[in-house]
């Protein structure tokens, strides 16, 4: 018995680290959370808690002391149990009654052998017949409370409830992911909503310049392959973010949202290739043709075809 809670206690002690590398975060990231009226309810609590477990050790000190003091003084009760095996065997192990004889094992054993070894059909111990009635107790309970009575929600309920949980958390993450574009990440979205809000967003804020068919007018032409600042849809999300200063071309970056700067931007690009009423002349250089083949020049008299699609 020794040398099993020994092997037990040293299992133990070998998990502890990795549970504690587990929990470390968790319950110092809750801890740092509390306020100071927490954090003194908390010391209260964890005080009170050590007294009763000190209390129950003394009881259990005192009942020893007490039951080794009335032994010594009437030896017939050195022969009785003490309490701990009084209730180990009532609540723990349970009597086991001895077999007489051959005919009376006989009797006990179980119905059924395996390679010859027999078991005497002993009684469950206390503790299982305990856990076994707690389930069944339980399960009536759960059943009466939830199908007779229609507390709580059910599992259909309960699934419902966490797909809902889960389609405010996506959002959240949408939220965060497109607040994060910038012109590093962005992207030409050719769905319908998004040129659409780009369109709207165009003709709203850069037709003025641009005019309504993108032909140009203060501003350059967007719809030959022609552009001053580089025709890709990182380059176009550049220039109406920060703008042109220099040029007129103011910076959109505090009044437009970076989808938005994003949807124009890939609305912008559709523009490439259509026939404006009065298009002004070409103006920069020639970078490409369509949106999804769009050439860039670089120093080295090479080019790079990006896909940004």
Known sequence: MKKLFAILTLM?????PVFAQTAESNWYTTLSGMDSSQLTLLIIL???LMVIVLLLI?????????????????PQLA??????????ERFVTGKLDKVGGKEEEAKMM???????ITELDNFM?????YVFIGTVGFAIIYFVNYSVLGNGPTGEEEYQEELRIEAIAAEARKASLVAGIDETSVIFDESAAALA????IFETNCAACHAADGGGGVGPNLTDEYWLHGGGIQDVFKVVKYGVVEKGMIPWQDQLSPEEIQQVS?????????SPANPKEPQGELVGSTPAEIVTPVTDSTTVIASIK
């Open 79 to 88: 022969n009785e149990p003490t309490w701990w095996e009084s209730f180990k």
């Open 125 to 129: 111990p206390p503790w299982l017949q």
């Open 110 to 116: 179980a119905d059924h052998s395996y390679d010859g």
């Open 12 to 16: 133990g002690l070998s998990g502890m």
């Open 46 to 48: 964890g005080v009170v």
């Open 197 to 200: 809000s780009g369109k709207s």
């Open 58 to 74: 003394l009881m259990v000190y005192l009942m020893s002391f007490m039951a080794e003091v009335f032994k010594r003084e009437n």
């Open 266 to 274: 890939s609305y912008i690009l559709t523009l490439k290739g259509t």
